[in-house]
């Protein structure tokens, strides 16, 4: 440990060069590496100087190593940083991953969670910048200039950090200022994988903090890290989705997070246009009336609204009412030749619907106009659907990032039924189900579903299903008032209930 007069003389002995970079090296016993490395980067302004030098080697609890941004390039340099994780990682492959720690503030902030992450490390952020380009709205002007100074050759954490996040486990503080909280709101944001962060907001206004004087509280901070990432236990945790369905919801995710279009199904702020449809639970009131601006039908400037009821027990909506040009399978009718009854593999009951019947179930089929009865006599198969494709309508290959709904009244005489909505895009096959209807009356079923995008070329660009007998039972199932709009509609979008 240093003495407070031999700063200078610690300095010469423990100062090293690696990478074209200095970094000062200090291990805890006899010059051998401990268990853990605790990386301490100097900040914005900083210079050369190791920041908190003193402090922490007269506290030192584990192997120090001090790096320095003297250039203020968020420790990117000129080469999106691959110099300075050259530099950490030379000393980080002597420690296993999960016992390194990068501490930082503000700019060193951002440094700390970017080389965390890409070297699956830990980082312990005060007041971290996430986006260099939204961080300038909210920024001094020397700030600013020094951002611009990175000519646009900078990395967004939020951007990458979906795709690179291993096992690190973050940490961040942060005060009041509008460009911490923004940034904090940017990084819990993200949606990896797998995620381990704690966010500690502390009651300060000043961006500024001083980080000598909270040696004893960074090395809490490290236990608390290592704890959650070594001493988790997830193995009971198990789920029935294959590979490829894995690795088609992340896709999704990455298209939704991608596109600009707004994401009702995901609002939670206020708004003064109106209320959120998820926010209804707070007007539940006897005959009140509320408008819900983040349903309808889309227009220019985002969706229509939809005017709502409560009577005390559901709600209703009023408005816009029921409009067969708005239903996309108006003209895809029900009508068959008399019973159609069928042990095929796949069968066309006319030419909009087909039955899916790969297990040579008997299936009865009578229809006509918007009504519809399937009689599952035998059901040899969990996967037996009644399935339309729409292939026709323009406005279909113009979806980007919105909602379609689907609709249907539907009874069932033992067992439940669902209702399906999906299509094909750029990450493949995508699909919603609804809630179950169970045996005993009619019941609507509403599914909604983002077509985030969608193959032009594919037969089954957007399609809809009626799920007969996912409980392998046999059934009566009657099907009416089928609709397929454009819109985010949670109470449906049909004609009433006969």
């Given amino acids: ?48 100087r190791y920041m908190a030098l003193r402090q922490f080697t007269e506290n030192q609890a584990c192997d120090l190593l001090f790096i320095t941004d003297p250039n203020n390039s968020w420790y990117l340099d000129n ?14 492959k002597n420690y296993a991953p999960q016992n390194v720690f990068l501490l930082g503030s503000s700019m060193a902030g951002y440094g700390a969670i970017l080389h965390a992450l890409r070297l699956d490390l830990n980082a312990i952020a005060f007041n971290p910048q996430i986006n260099l380009d939204i961080t300038k709205d909210y920024a001094w002007p020397e700030l600013v200039d020094h951002i611009d100074s990175l000519k646009g050759k900078h990395i967004n954490i939020e951007e990458v950090a979906p795709n690179i996040w291993k096992d690190s486990t973050i940490y961040i503080v942060h005060g009041h200022d509008d460009i911490d909280v923004i940034n904090t709101k940017l990084f819990n944001n993200i949606q990896p994988s797998k995620k381990k962060t704690i966010t500690h907001i502390i009651d300060i206004e000043s961006h500024v903090l001083n980080l000598g004087n909270l040696t004893s509280y960074i090395y809490k901070i490290i236990e608390t890290l290592a704890a959650l990432r070594n001493k988790v236990d997830l193995s009971p945790i198990t789920e029935k989705l294959s590979g490829d369905a894995k690795k088609l919801r992340k896709s999704l995710r990455a298209e939704r997070d991608l596109s600009n ?4 199904h995901r609002e939670i702020f206020g708004t003064s246009k109106g209320v959120l449809w998820q926010h209804r639970y707070k007007h539940e009131l006897p005959n009140n009336s509320i408008f819900f601006c983040n349903t309808g039908l889309y227009r220019k400037n985002g969706l229509s609204g939809t005017k709502c009821s409560f009577n005390g027990k559901f709600w209703k909506q009023n408005s816009p009412i029921y409009n067969e040009r708005h239903n996309l399978i108006a003209a895809h009718h029900f ?13 066309f009951i006319n030419p909009y619907w087909r039955i899916r019947n790969k297990s040579k179930s008997i299936i009865s089929v009578i229809g006509q106009d918007d009504y519809i009865e399937i009689e599952a006599e035998i059901t040899n198969d969990t996967n037996i659907f009644l399935h339309t494709s729409i292939t026709k309508p323009a406005k279909i290959n113009a979806l980007a990032g919105e909602f379609l709904t689907f609709t249907a009244d539907v009874f069932t005489s033992d067992g439940s039924v669902t ?11 995508h699909h919603k189900n609804s809630h179950k209807c169970e045996s005993g009356g009619w019941q609507r079923l ?25 409980d392998g039972k046999s059934k009566s199932v009657k099907i009416r008032n089928a609709c397929l709009t454009i819109g985010y509609f949670p109470l449906g979008f049909s004609e009433n209930v006969k």
């Fill in 1 to 48: 440990m240093a003495e407070p007069n031999s700063l200078t003389a610690f300095i010469e002995s423990h100062e090293e060069f690696t990478s074209n970079k200095k970094a000062l090296y200090a291990c805890l016993n006899n010059g051998k590496p401990s268990e853990r490395l605790l990386v301490i980067m100097n900040t914005h302004n900083h210079g050369d």
């Fill in 79 to 92: 080469d999106f940083g691959d110099s300075f994780q050259a530099l950490i990682q030379s000393y980080a």
């Fill in 419 to 429: 209702i399906s909505l999906g299509g094909v895009g750029n990450s493949g096959y």
């Fill in 261 to 264: 279009k707004t994401d009702p």
């Fill in 335 to 347: 009508n068959t030749d008399g019973t159609t009854t069928s042990s095929t593999d796949d069968f």
């Fill in 446 to 470: 509403i599914v909604l579903e983002q077509f985030l995008s969608v193959n032009k070329n594919h037969k089954d660009k957007v399609f809809v299903r009626i799920n007969l007998a996912s």
